[in-house]
């Protein structure tokens, strides 16, 4: 869109713009006709302009209430001059400007880094119309500057960014089982098209530790450039699965995002080398390429919240969310872990039998984490029987007390800013260890990392690198669970994948992809959170009425599980000073809450609680 008023240019002709209209405000003794000025008298601009974002779906017949994001630039605009903004048609975002919210501006060619508005903005409400005002000095001559209402990230933005780490990293191709272990492992693929054709790309990271020659398989409707191969398999690793911009207007995800990808793609850090060793990291930088470019806020080109479609994700109408579900199901299944018997050497143990006998004995006194097996049994300040459901009265998780129970027990260890943050209680009769895959995730890709921690890989603290609980080792592939498919005919054409079934052993490499639909429930929820392929699941938010860092997690009836959920963002919050362990939420409620936003649709179609639903995964 472009308008001219006052001799100056406003447009939002480009990736990810919006704005509606813009009208000319006069001064008081002006005799034009014409709006005159609202807000403070004190100010007097040069100019001064109202102008009103669009909402997403504008002119459509899904048009809808979202009105927050705007983006537009000003050419033509005079040296030196005052230029005041009324964006008149905003929801209502007060809680934001009163907390030092204010929007951000870039001059090109001269600031071409974006940068808060120096004056604090105002805001007012008249007749149920919120707006929100600013001024800026035009400082060049033959500029044009933008403005928006937080920093973006568009989809073009990201498309230049990923084509430099391929010319940098190159497509993964040339790695294989003989490339140095600690070599960085890098594979970007089309995962899909989005409805307006746009890339959904889906990037792999890792060591060169358990590679294999096998590639995964195209899953149904997925992966359709043929001329990209797919990502290599990996042995004895999981998977930390992260996503992001659902919602396009909340681009502070795309932000941690790409920290979280500069961190984790370090050659030399030691962090950064630990992770990859021990997951194979699948990221997802748009989910919703369509809504970003459009300049939206909250929706798609239809009008969906996709983060309410996790539940039964429909391929031509959600195809990012289709396929997202369709990679976390694959790996929940495909790179499980399974228990070894017990008398058989953990994975960690015949790894390092060969390391002298100190190490062992340091391995030993190593501060771990507690999991679900016997963290409730170790800490917890009452017994409850493994089934039995904890009523609303009782529910001791709307605080931190019982991560604080655990924290503050005598004997325990808590090392922060360290290789391994955990908690090692010796008990009478015994060591009382356990692991869990949170321990190396504790404080990496977030902000407040110390850039100088020990080394992850300098012998005695490392947790085990296969990054699997203690009890359990890879299973790769299968050859246990079945599913309903149909066999590829031999003249290639594939069947109706949901009317022919025939059981496949799933160690089977060479079959056909599943779609999400005709995955078994009980077949899925039979994997065990710590069996399960996934560690970790994380889908990146940017909330527009509170401050800080922090997570919405499930609220898990099982106090085992519900001390290991709670445990993650209590690490990262010993961590960071960032993080916000408070303003967490792991309530029942918030699982189930309806949205006027979204007519009506609960959260248990987010892909949170969904995704949780359908795996039975505690991370997520």
């Avoid at 191969?229 to 992001?244: H, T």
Wanted: hydrophobic share 30%.
């Amino acid at each position: 869109m472009e308008f001219r008023s006052g001799g100056l240019l406003f447009t939002s002709k480009f990736d990810s713009g919006n704005l509606a209209r813009v009208e000319r405000v006069l001064a008081d003794d002006d005799d034009e006709p014409g709006t005159h000025r609202i807000g403070d008298p004190g100010i007097n601009p040069d100019y001064e302009f109202n102008v009103w974002t669009n909402p997403d779906c504008s002119g459509t017949e899904f048009e809808n209430g979202n009105r927050t994001w705007f983006h537009f630039a000003i050419k033509g605009c005079p040296m030196n001059k005052l230029v005041k903004i009324n964006v008149i048609n905003l929801n209502k975002q007060g809680k934001l400007y009163n907390q030092g919210m204010s929007p951000v501006v870039k001059v090109m060619p001269q600031k071409p880094k974006w940068e808060r508005i120096r004056d604090k903005p105002t805001t007012e409400t008249v007749d149920g119309q919120f707006t929100m005002s600013f001024t800026y000095r035009f400082e060049y001559r033959f500029s044009c500057v933008y403005f928006a209402f937080c920093y973006p990230f568009s989809y073009a933005e990201y498309q230049t960014k990923l084509e430099e780490l391929d010319s940098k990293l190159g497509a993964g191709g040339d790695m294989s089982a003989n490339s140095s272990p600690n070599s960085i492992y890098y594979h970007r693929e089309l995962l899909c098209y989005s409805r307006d054709h746009l890339r959904v790309d889906l990037v792999t990271i890792s060591s060169c530790h358990g590679l294999t020659k096998e590639e995964e398989p195209r899953l149904d409707r997925l992966f359709p450039d043929l001329d990209t191969p797919r990502a290599k398999k990996f042995r004895g690793k999981r998977v930390f699965f992260l996503s992001s911009r659902v919602h396009p207007g909340e681009t502070p995800a795309s932000f941690v995002f790409n920290g979280f990808l500069e961190l984790i793609l370090r050659p030399k850090d030691p962090r950064a080398i630990q992770l990859r060793k021990q997951y194979v990291f699948k990221l997802v930088p748009l989910l919703n390429p369509d809504g970003v470019q459009r300049g939206h806020y909250r929706t798609d080109q239809r009008g969906v919240n996709l983060n309410r479609m996790y539940l039964n994700p429909d391929p031509e109408l959600h195809p990012s969310i289709y396929a997202a579900k369709s990679v976390i199901l694959y790996h929940h299944i495909h790179s499980r872990v399974r228990p070894q018997p017990k008398d058989a050497p953990h994975t960690s143990d015949r790894q390092n039998q060969q390391r002298p006998k100190t190490s062992h004995s340091q391995r030993q006194s190593a501060a771990r984490v507690p999991t679900r097996q016997s963290v409730q049994s170790a800490y917890s300040t009452r017994t409850i029987p493994q089934n039995q459901m904890i009523s609303d009265e009782e529910d001791p998780f709307g605080s931190d007390d019982i991560v604080e129970t655990v924290l503050k027990k005598p004997n325990a260890i808590v090392m922060v800013h360290d290789s391994v943050t955990a908690v090692n209680q010796t008990k009478e009769g015994g060591d009382s260890r356990v692991d869990t895959d949170t321990a190396a995730g504790g404080d990496s890709g977030l902000p407040g990392g110390d850039a100088n921690s020990r080394s992850l890989a300098n012998g005695p603290n490392v947790h085990s690198l296969s990054g699997l609980p203690d009890g359990y080792e890879a299973s790769h592939p299968l050859s246990t669970l079945t599913r309903d498919a149909s066999i590829e005919d031999s003249d290639g054409e594939d069947g109706d994948l949901c009317q022919k079934t025939s059981q496949l052993s799933l160690a089977d490499s060479t079959a056909p992809s599943t779609p999400v639909s005709c995955y078994k429930q009980e077949d899925l929820l039979a994997v065990s959170p710590q069996e399960s392929g996934i560690a970790f699941y994380v889908d990146l938010h940017g909330h527009a009425s509170k401050r800080g860092c922090f997570i919405y997690g499930n609220h898990l009836p099982m106090v085992e599980d519900h001390i290991e959920n709670l445990l993650y963002p209590k690490l990262i919050s010993m961590n960071s000073a960032y993080f916000d362990f408070d303003g967490c939420n792991f309530s029942e409620k918030n699982m189930y809450t309806k949205d006027k936003r979204d007519a009506g649709i609960s959260k248990e179609g987010s892909g949170r609680v969904a995704i949780h639903k359908a795996t039975g995964i505690i991370h997520r």
